[in-house]
């Protein structure tokens, strides 16, 4: 233990931290009074831990006057002088369910602790009083295991334990009030004694609905992922393209939020044996509309369900936030300004065409335009464009939907995608009567775009005739800014990344090393890797019945245009990824 703090035990007090504070040079005594008059002139007695009451008034560092005392630095100093480890609490790496069954809400709330992690032998509780060991021996006692102490952040302590153990009792009490209706199971266990399954309108079930929602909005995620198991149903959240798990709920509730979302989303809640799809909107973050996709599929132990999540905020953006360079920006924006003609967006899924098409038709929709998509579904309702679903039990497809489009005098059309040549033909049909025609493709790259349109039956002279260009895409991590580190480049890594062409070696890149910030990922947030071409004259001259796709490639890298991996390479010299990110999602190309 730290000598500033010698002969202290129990609950840390406001005056006992000021003290070793200014002992520690790191508050001035000057400041002491004004510190204290502040606290008690913003009434921040109800903040019950001086750390967080001496956090709020922004006290200057004596050591360094640019910065303030707040709690993330208090924290730090206060775990090194007390010799705990500092712990940041990530409600993705917790099991809650174990962890509130360590110690009860009120004894937690009381001495302000969390169980962070339990094991067979050990149970890690994070703690805001360093010094009060008076609560270690009756949780070993009642437990029966090895207590290690952590520090941590008295704010989050309270929050999240607020919350889970909010949770908990939801989860408890949506498992204890049953029903004798089973799930469909392929391989049901029959249990004497544990028949049933919790009511969707139930108060427990609703709420672990909503905190399921704004748990998923909070962490960033992209998709929520409901999977029945045969002992439980796990919940995963995707975020930054890669599956985390979030926590495991009793077979009874699983099913039951499942049915509460499927009451949401407009679905058949008596219909578990084959897929159906539905929507959800919410209001998250003051007011602001969320939209979700959801999804079912029936599997071996019951019904799983997927929810993509549209935030407004994610789903149109900016060119520049894209992640566009300049030159595929120029590129990108003349393609699509022509009145006539068809552009492709191509990917697999989740490589972010759909951002792609909704920013840059938010680009061209003035009051000058119509614009109208044929979506299968729609993924977001926007007030700028005319908007149409495809409905196949009415009969209402890509290729009639179409038809009907061109009746209500477009200008330009976005097709959700071209999965056919009968969608394909209506679409050339469009394009060659004068509009401009936006779809995605699965293609590997740009190039594969002109064989995936002639294995499905597209003659090559109406590619010719109608094609202005296509850009294929991916998203890659990109590097949190608060932890990137320089390393050291391995230059034969490089050189295969960017051949055939010549690209000076970066003198610095980065690599990802985790944080607070991200969640020890070292990434936060992700940007695209583009490849685009124009269609010119010599490039059409190469689109013939049977194209040569390798001379077609060598033509468009010669009149500029960039592999996905030479677009990672930028981005990796720029300090935006890493190459190992690069080297994950983009392709290695065959026709260098």
């Not at 153990?165 to 989860?171: D, G, I, K, P, V």
Request: hydrophobic share 40%.
């Amino acid at each position: 233990m730290s000598k500033l703090f010698e002969n202290i035990t129990g609950k840390l007090t406001f005056a006992q931290i000021t003290h070793a504070l200014v002992q520690d040079q790191l508050l001035d005594i000057e400041k002491l009074e004004h510190a204290r008059k502040l606290v008690d002139a913003n009434k921040l007695a109800h903040i019950k831990h001086p750390i967080s009451q001496l956090a709020k008034i922004k006290v200057e560092n004596k050591k360094n006057p640019l910065e303030v005392l707040d709690e993330q630095f208090l924290i730090q100093w206060l775990a090194k002088e007390s010799g705990l480890e500092c712990f940041t609490i990530d409600p993705l790496k917790i099991e809650v369910s174990k962890c509130t069954s360590v110690m009860s809400f009120e004894y937690a709330t009381r001495h302000v602790l969390l169980p962070v992690k339990v094991t067979d032998e050990e149970i890690v509780i994070a703690c805001a009083d360093p010094f009060d060991e008076t609560w270690q021996d009756s949780i070993h006692q009642v437990n029966r295991k090895v207590v290690t102490s952590v520090m941590a952040s008295p704010a989050d302590i309270l929050r999240y334990s607020t919350e889970f153990y909010t949770l908990a009792t939801s989860m408890y009490g949506a498992a204890n009030k049953n029903k004798s209706s089973q799930g469909q199971n392929f391989e049901q266990l029959l249990e004497l004694g544990k028949s049933g399954s919790a009511d969707a309108n139930d108060e427990h079930v609703v709420k672990i609905v909503d905190w399921l929602l704004e748990y998923a909005f909070e962490q960033r995620a992209s998709d929520i992922h409901i999977e029945p198991r045969r002992e439980n149903h796990n919940i995963r959240f995707r975020i930054d393209g890669v599956l985390h798990a979030v926590y495991q709920m009793p077979v009874q509730v699983g099913m039951a939020v499942t049915s509460r979302l499927k009451i949401l989303g407009r679905m058949n809640v008596a219909e578990k044996r084959k897929p159906q799809d539905g929507r959800v909107k919410t209001k998250f973050k003051q007011g602001l509309e969320v939209e979700l996709r959801l999804a079912t599929m029936p599997t071996a132990f019951g019904e799983k369900m997927v929810m993509r999540i549209f935030d407004p905020e994610v789903l149109v953006r900016s060119y520049e936030q894209l992640g566009l360079s300049d030159e595929d920006l120029t590129l990108w924006n003349k393609m699509t300004s022509q009145s006539n003609g068809i552009v492709f967006v191509t990917g697999p899924t989740g490589s972010g065409k759909t951002t792609t098409l909704y920013s840059t038709l938010k680009q061209l929709a003035t009051d000058e335009v119509n614009v109208c998509t044929l979506e299968d579904p729609i993924e977001m309702i926007e007030p700028a464009f005319n908007q149409m679903q495809v409905q196949h039990n009415i009969e209402l497809d890509f290729a009639t939907g179409i038809k009907a489009l061109l009746r209500q005098d477009p200008d330009i059309i976005m097709l959700g995608e071209i999965r056919d040549l009968e969608t394909a033909h209506m679409a050339i049909q469009a394009a060659l009567t004068g509009h401009l025609v936006i779809s995605t493709l699965h293609t590997n790259d740009a190039p594969s775009a002109i064989t995936r349109l002639q294995d499905l039956g597209v003659p090559a002279y109406l590619i010719r005739s109608t094609l202005i260009g296509v850009m294929a895409q991916r998203l890659v991590r990109t590097l949190c800014s608060h932890c990137k580190q320089e390393i050291q480049i391995n230059e034969d890594q490089w050189k295969e990344m960017i051949r055939p062409w010549k690209v000076s070696v970066p003198k610095v890149i980065y690599d990802a090393v985790g944080c607070i910030h991200c969640r020890n990922t070292g990434y936060s947030g992700r940007a695209g890797l583009y490849e685009v071409f124009s269609l010119s004259d010599p490039l059409a001259h190469l689109i013939t019945e049977e194209s040569n796709i390798q001379l077609f490639t060598a033509q468009a890298m010669k009149e500029g245009m960039k592999s996905l991996r030479l677009s990672g390479a930028l981005k990796i010299a720029k300090g935006e990824t890493t190459v190992e990110e690069v080297l994950r999602v983009a392709p290695i190309s065959t026709r260098l």
